[in-house]
């Protein structure tokens, strides 16, 4: 116990010192949470964007339907399905779509669109939509009016109010025709999205395409998004073969080998972080040595133990490292949840390039609590482990040769 007692004093006979070292590792572990919640943040961020856009996390079609995305795949409306889909326990909302393309037509211009029949309030729970209008009101169950995305508007010409004729085929070879008045107008974040989007009432995309209570896919909403692979797999087994569970990964590969892709990227950026870490600590660590050189070799030369000695010297950087780890921690908890709810933004050019991809150029952090536990451990195993220099040190100390001057 004595020991223990005369670490801490020592310690504060050289204040600046000891500062100095707490302060080294309080901004590795500051930098390395930092750094951890905000890759996380990034790529959450991300996630939640391109499925809260359009795809959600989870899509039920019928079997084979993604590999040939036609109406003639499309499935019947079904209560018994919706009742096993919402029967799992993570599953918070479904919402029916029927999906196809039609050509949009005002005046002498056109252009090939999305026609993305939806249950305007079952669809507000999944993809907010509403949320998305910049101009004229949402949809109503049984409104006859459509909106359009603002890049589309823009390319033909158009303002809420106006008239748009659609012309596609339908289910099962049918014609496809109508006028359907321009009720408001959504911006969605991705631009290819913005640029094709006509989104209906669900009854008067089955009446355009003469499919009645025919639908192209269920959209789920989760509860918790973690396990996605585990949710997809009991819902394919409730279902049967009749119908593909589909995630946005299996959706969206190119976002999720973008993902991937960065994320290694940050691997190397954190290791050079923790080797920049480890060389702070460990010059901190040589100024003192340098600095009780004399005063070590005092001690041994008295008659003091070098075991003993080295024990108090590995108290003495565990005191060090772990009031650092805390205060790291302890300041890096409000800036983490500053930076969550008022996250980085990037304006400019920069933020153009971000838009091409399909998201918002904005960095919030991630407020998972593993970040500062793991982050902080990570720092506190790296000073541990180089608080063996000053151990090493006092074994092959020569107490002659450490007292002169």
């Not at 089955?206 to 509860?223: H, K």
């Given at each position: ?11 504060w006979?050289?204040a600046?010192?000891?500062m100095?070292?707490?302060a080294?590792i309080?901004?590795?572990v500051?930098?390395s ?14 996630i939640k ?9 989870i899509?039920v ?11 003639d795949n499309?499935?019947e ?14 599953v918070?909302?479904?919402?029916p779509?029927?999906?196809s393309f039609?050509?949009a037509?005002?005046?002498e211009?056109s252009?090939g669109?999305?026609?993305l029949g939806?249950n305007?309030?079952?669809?507000q ?5 509403q949320?998305?209008?910049v101009k ?15 890049g589309?508007l823009?390319r033909?010409?158009?303002h809420?109010g ?9 289910y099962h070879g ?7 008045p321009?009720?408001?107008v959504?911006?969605l974040g991705s631009p ?8 209906m ?8 395409y003469?499919?009645?209570?025919m639908?192209?896919s269920y959209?789920?909403s989760?509860?918790d998004t973690d396990?996605?692979?585990a949710?997809q797999?009991?819902l394919q087994?409730n279902?049967g073969k ?5 995630t946005?990964e ?7 080998q ?10 190397y ?6 080797l920049l870490?480890?060389f702070?600590?460990f010059?901190t660590?040589l100024?003192m ?9 005092m001690l041994?030369?008295i008659g003091m133990?070098?075991s003993?000695?080295s ?5 003495e ?7 650092g ?5 302890l ?6 949840f ?20 399909g ?9 998972d609590?593993?970040h500062?536990?793991?982050q902080g ?8 482990i180089?608080?063996m220099?000053?151990?090493?040190k006092?074994?092959?100390l020569?107490?002659?040769e450490?007292m002169?001057?």
């Amino acid at each position: 116990m004595w020991i223990v007692q005369l670490a801490w004093k020592n310690l504060w006979r050289n204040a600046n010192r000891t500062m100095i070292t707490m302060a080294a590792i309080f901004f590795a572990v500051l930098l390395s949470i930092l750094m951890s919640s905000l890759k996380t943040g990034i790529f959450d961020n991300l996630i939640k964007d391109m499925v809260g856009y359009y795809s959600g996390y989870i899509q039920v079609h019928q079997a084979g339907y993604w590999d040939e995305q036609l109406l003639d795949n499309c499935f019947e409306e079904d209560p018994e399905i919706q009742r096993k889909i919402r029967s799992h326990s993570q599953v918070k909302d479904i919402s029916p779509r029927l999906e196809s393309f039609a050509l949009a037509s005002t005046g002498e211009l056109s252009k090939g669109c999305l026609v993305l029949g939806i249950n305007p309030v079952q669809e507000q729970s999944i993809t907010h939509l509403q949320e998305k209008i910049v101009k004229g009101r949402y949809l109503g169950s049984n409104d006859r009016g459509i909106l359009v995305s603002e890049g589309l508007l823009k390319r033909l010409k158009n303002h809420v109010g106006d008239t748009l004729v659609l012309f596609g085929q339908g289910y099962h070879g049918s014609t496809a025709a109508g006028k359907y008045p321009i009720q408001g107008v959504i911006k969605l974040g991705s631009p290819e999205l913005n640029d094709k989007t006509i989104v209906m009432p669900l009854a008067l995309a089955q009446d355009l395409y003469s499919a009645p209570q025919m639908i192209t896919s269920y959209v789920l909403s989760l509860q918790d998004t973690d396990d996605l692979m585990a949710i997809q797999s009991s819902l394919q087994q409730n279902l049967g073969k009749s119908y593909e569970v589909m995630t946005w990964e299996e959706m969206m590969p190119d976002i999720k080998q973008h993902i991937e892709t960065d994320s290694a990227n940050m691997k190397y950026v954190q290791a050079f972080l923790y080797l920049l870490i480890s060389f702070g600590i460990f010059g901190t660590l040589l100024i003192m040595m340098a600095e009780r050189r004399y005063e070590l070799g005092m001690l041994v030369a008295i008659g003091m133990k070098k075991s003993k000695l080295s024990i108090l010297l590995l108290f003495e950087s565990l005191f060090t490292v772990i009031v650092g780890c805390i205060l790291g921690i302890l300041a890096s908890i409000p800036l983490v949840f500053y930076l969550h709810k008022f996250p980085i933004r990037i304006y400019g050019e920069g933020a153009k390039a971000y838009e091409r991809f399909g998201f918002d150029a904005v960095f919030p952090t991630s407020t998972d609590y593993h970040h500062f536990i793991n982050q902080g451990i990570v720092v506190l195993m790296i000073g541990l482990i180089l608080s063996m220099y000053p151990v090493i040190k006092v074994i092959r100390l020569n107490p002659v040769e450490s007292m002169k001057k």
